[in-house]
């Protein structure tokens, strides 16, 4: 507020009018939205099972997550239900459902899922809106048969009944902007729009105008979307300032459509959708004015700069926010952009004769079909593309050296740079890059030796390891943790396959179900296939335990129980799991000690993953496990584990603690630290030596981290 009262000092007249009815309507509109948050169903409903009567407002056809609002319920808004495989509705349609609602604690403004158990529809009358939605979703599944689920996403903004290796492939390459309702989507729209009203004669300020409508309508029908509704307010302003004859300055019109959203919806000041729309439209016309000052406004030249430029502006936040970006997009956009510039108008076209001449819509959607398999064909390539997209841990780290590279290429071009400065300027870049490469390049990837290799990964104050078999088979042993908005799964653990290939798991073990061994679990499901899923079935109230449940069950990948004495083999590397025994007296007694307990054997190698099982479970299980190589030490360190007749009969040469920096827990404690001393244990720790990459071939030991690499006997 000081600095609101700052400004309008500075500020005079008209200038400080304005600087004050905006700050005005701002506080009221931040204030009207944080009422509302409050009073929302999702700030409401209680984590618990509950018994809720809705109206769908979306169709809903086989299941999948669509949109409902409660009613005769004391809260209002909307809610994301998770309907199950049998459910068959119609928007508009009254359902009493009972169900597991799982608020998201990290989300602003509240949300969550309501996963319904069963429902039963009672009334509902659909209004014109309604029917227009459920007809909509009809024609796009007769039309457009096994890719309606790619049409839903381009037109409906409705991606959840994609095929996630798909959408995959569109992010890695990419065009994931294709799929999301964004302002490219309207700017579409409004373009044929306006091209088809002055090919029939109507002066450009009708056309303009007339385009900015039926973008407006489109968004409104889309339940205004932030990205969709700054493309519609610039259009907006465009058809505005041209009917004034006002000189349109485009970071002035970007800056005014976005301030008219926020105005509009304040929480769309953090839609990620929303910067990255703004964001590439800004990087896209600052790149542009050089080139076509430079290079002249032919296509190609504008196509090229405009995706440079689009790319390099999104790719701090893609970075930062995701864990991705994919420069390859910058050469598919010349292929995608006019394939979806033809293909998104022809589907539309064909819904919107589909009720008034069947006969022309499927012949739109037969021509739209071969613009869709297009898309698709370029983003399976794009994606196959050695290098063609980066996969990095999400976190502000990330996104800053693309800023950095954002920043060095807008110098290397100048505002007013020819094209020999510009050149010169580029060579210098990337001859410093060249160097700083080769200076400060990598040690080699654990995965490209060949054995056994596994991976203890730096997720904070919980466990998250790899392992990969000299065959290429990759098992995960916990997730990291679940905690607010750090979810490990999304940020470290997937990121962390990405980048090694990694498409398939043959299994995921949980050690237990407290949220910093399985809170990144339902991240890394629905993001990598995996064959099954083992844990120790002990059911957990808690959010993230829930939420792990719920994506298995969504992905439908074999589960079972994990129970000592039960083991497998995988290659030539054998699994035995020396814990939980439902025998033992003191099962269901503490979480930690029913820790599922796993021992890893390659050869002459052995490697033993202790989960947060304590000395409790250490004595339960003396004598059966012996000598071990490798150690994950039990319960990140606590001062309750690693006892002494523990690591007596392990007798591992290094041990790994699994450990956040400055975590409240005092973990790894003295005591722990102070029996693998004596016992000689060589300690590694995930928040001093960052992700722990060991290699075998069961004959030796390699451990290495950033700053250091040791070589240990196997005997």
């Known amino acids: ?83 199950s495989a049998r459910d068959t509705l119609d928007a508009g349609a009254i359902v009493s459902l009972s169900g597991r609602w799982l608020p998201r604690p990290d989300a602003v403004p509240r949300a969550g899922l309501l996963v319904a158990e069963s429902a039963r529809r009672t009334a509902g009358r659909a209004t014109g809106l309604d029917r227009l939605r459920t007809g909509m979703a009809r024609a796009i599944d007769r039309l457009y048969g096994r890719r309606a689920a790619i049409v839903g996403a381009l037109v409906l903004n409705a991606r959840g009944a994609m095929d996630p290796d798909l959408r995959d492939q569109f992010a890695q390459s990419g065009l994931v902007h294709i799929l999301s309702i964004s302002g490219f989507h309207v700017g579409l729209l409004a373009a044929w729009v306006v091209l088809i009203a002055r090919t029939l004669g109507s002066p450009r300020s009708r056309a303009l105008a007339l385009g900015a409508a039926v973008g407006a309508l489109y968004v409104a029908f889309l339940g205004w979307p932030a990205p969709a509704t700054r493309a519609a307010a610039l259009a907006a302003l465009l058809a505005l300032g041209y009917r004034r004859q006002r000189r349109i300055e485009p970071n002035a019109l970007l800056a005014a459509s976005c301030l008219v959203v926020m105005l509009v919806d304040p929480w769309s000041v953090l839609d990620l959708g929303g910067w990255l729309s703004a964001a590439a439209l800004w990087g896209a016309s600052t790149f542009t004015r050089w080139s076509d000052r430079a290079f002249g406004e032919g296509f190609w030249p504008r196509t090229f700069f405009s995706s440079v430029g689009a790319t390099l502006a999104t790719a701090p936040l893609t970075a930062a926010a995701l864990g991705a970006v994919a420069p390859i997009g910058i050469a598919l956009n010349f292929i995608a952009i006019p394939i979806a510039a033809v293909g998104v108008p022809g589907v539309l076209a064909s ?71 510009a050149a010169r300027r580029g060579a210098l870049l990337v001859a410093a890059v060249t160097w700083a490469l080769l200076i400060f390049r990598d040690l080699p990837a654990t995965d490209a030796t060949p054995g056994l290799t596994l991976d203890f990964l730096d997720v904070g104050q919980g466990d998250g390891a790899v392992l990969r078999t000299p065959a290429g088979h990759w098992i995960l042993i916990d997730a990291g943790p679940l905690l607010g908005s750090a979810d490990a799964g999304r940020r470290v653990v997937a990121p962390f396959l990405a980048r090694h290939g990694v498409r398939r798991l043959s299994a995921i ?178 928040d001093r030596d960052g992700t722990i990459g060991a290699v075998t071939d069961g004959h030796s030991l390699t451990l290495r981290a950033a700053r250091r690499v040791v070589r240990y006997p196997v005997e």
């Open 1 to 83: 507020m000081m600095g609101a009262a700052a400004l309008v000092a500075v500020l005079r007249g008209a200038q400080a009018r304005l600087a004050a009815a905006v700050a005005g309507a701002g506080l009221l509109s931040g204030t009207m939205a944080r009422t509302a948050d409050a009073m929302s169903c999702a700030a409401r409903l209680p984590a618990a099972r509950i018994a809720i009567t809705v109206r769908a407002m979306e169709p809903v056809a086989g299941g999948g997550v669509a949109r409902a609002r409660p009613v005769r319920a004391a809260c209002a808004g909307a809610i994301d239900v998770r309907w």
């Open 351 to 421: 819904l919107v004769a589909a009720p008034l001449w069947p006969g022309l819509a499927a012949a739109l959607a037969a021509g739209s079909g071969l613009a869709l398999q297009g898309l698709e064909l370029l983003a399976h390539l794009g994606a196959a593309v050695p290098g063609g997209h980066a996969v990095m841990e999400a976190g502000v780290g990330s996104g800053i050296p693309w800023a950095v590279a954002l920043l060095a290429t807008l110098w290397a071009l100048g505002r007013r740079n020819t094209r020999r400065e």
């Open 509 to 686: 073990i949980i050690s237990h179900a407290h949220a910093d061994h399985v809170g990144g679990a339902a991240s890394v499901l629905r993001r990598v296939r995996a064959d099954a899923v083992m844990e120790p079935a002990e059911l957990y109230d808690d959010p993230a335990y829930a939420g792990f449940l719920d994506a298995v069950a969504e992905t439908g990948v074999p589960w079972r129980a994990g129970r000592a004495g039960a083991t497998f083999t995988i290659d030539s590397v054998r699994f035995t799991l020396l814990h939980p025994d439902t025998t033992w007296a003191e099962w269901h007694d503490d979480l930690n000690e029913d820790s599922i307990v796993l021992r890893v054997d390659y050869r002459a190698f052995t490697a033993l993953f202790a989960g947060d099982a304590g000395l409790r479970a250490e004595a339960r299980m003396a004598g059966h496990v012996g000598r071990v190589d490798l150690l994950k030490v039990g319960h990140h360190g606590s001062r309750g584990a690693s006892g002494d007749a523990w690591l007596a009969e392990l007798a591992p040469r290094a041990a790994v603690v699994s450990v956040g920096a400055h975590n409240r827990y005092g973990h790894p404690s003295a005591e722990a630290l102070g029996r693998l001393a004596r016992h000689g244990v060589d300690v590694w720790r995930t």
